[in-house]
């Protein structure tokens, strides 16, 4: 699996997906920073990545067209990067069977 990580959560999430096997690469690191969310919707789509984000608007995204890349939606609040790693560690395994199972928007609270 390939996941793009948004802007609004931080590169060390790149890096852990990395060290689990998977693509990663995140929107700072691809001049991808200041786009528009319809801009990095289609750079998920045209590189078939998953799209981790806290924005909604992926999600509502996703909503309007099934057929864009699929969106893991980060709801867990304003946490620091190493409450963030540590939930998503125990999240991660259900998220990728989510995935697998064809749900396009995966949830983390």
Known sequence: ?????DTNLPPALTAW????????AHTVALGLGSAQDV???????????IIITKDE?????????ADGPKV?????????????LRRLVTAWPSVIA????????????
């Open 1 to 5: 699996m390939r996941f793009l990580v």
């Open 17 to 24: 997906l990395t060290e689990q096997g998977y693509e990663a």
């Open 39 to 49: 801009e990095i919707w289609r750079h998920a789509a045209n590189t078939n990545a």
């Open 57 to 65: 608007d992926f999600a509502l995204l996703h909503a309007a067209n």
């Open 72 to 84: 893991v939606w980060i709801r867990i609040g304003n946490a620091v990067r190493r409450v963030l």
């Open 98 to 109: 989510k995935l697998e199972e064809g749900n396009g928007v995966v949830e983390v609270r």
